[in-house]
């Protein structure tokens, strides 16, 4: 069992920086490739970015690339998402979520991921 809380969402100007933290419980945190997802009001749940249980691999979605950096400190039990640049567009509740490393590299679909966060609000005004 994995328990996920996210934090460091909030309000930010256009252009302006957020750095979202996910804290786990559980002494497999490593056995996991952690993601991070987001979801606008009326739309579907989308995949942001995603990091595998060594750190060694990352995914991101065309629309962040070279914005966002998805990291993780396994000794600390937690992963990180630095959002630089933010758009209106980023609006969303922003989620972490744990898949089981055994399904390999960067799972990408949701339902490759067993446990999930809470969500923090991120809104980006223009």
């Known amino acids: 069992q994995v328990q996920l809380v996210e934090s460091g969402g909030g309000l930010v100007q256009a252009g302006g920086s957020l750095r979202l933290s996910c804290a786990a419980s559980?002494?497999?945190?490593?056995?996991?490739?952690m993601g991070w997802f987001r979801q606008a009001p009326g739309k579907e749940r989308e995949i942001v970015a995603v990091?595998?249980?060594?750190?060694?691999?990352?995914y991101y979605a065309d629309s962040v690339k070279g914005r966002f950096t998805i990291s993780r400190d396994n000794a600390k039990n937690a992963v990180f998402l630095q959002m630089n640049s933010l758009k209106p567009e980023d609006t969303a509740v922003y989620y972490c979520?744990?898949?089981?490393?055994?399904?390999?590299?960067?799972?990408?679909?949701?339902?490759?991921?067993?446990?999930w966060g809470q969500g923090t609000q991120v809104t980006v005004s223009s």
């Open positions: 990091i595998s249980w060594s750190g060694g691999s990352t």
């Open positions: 559980g002494r497999t945190f490593s056995s996991y490739a």
């Open positions: 979520a744990a898949a089981p490393a055994v399904r390999g590299g960067t799972p990408k679909q949701l339902y490759e991921y067993d446990y």
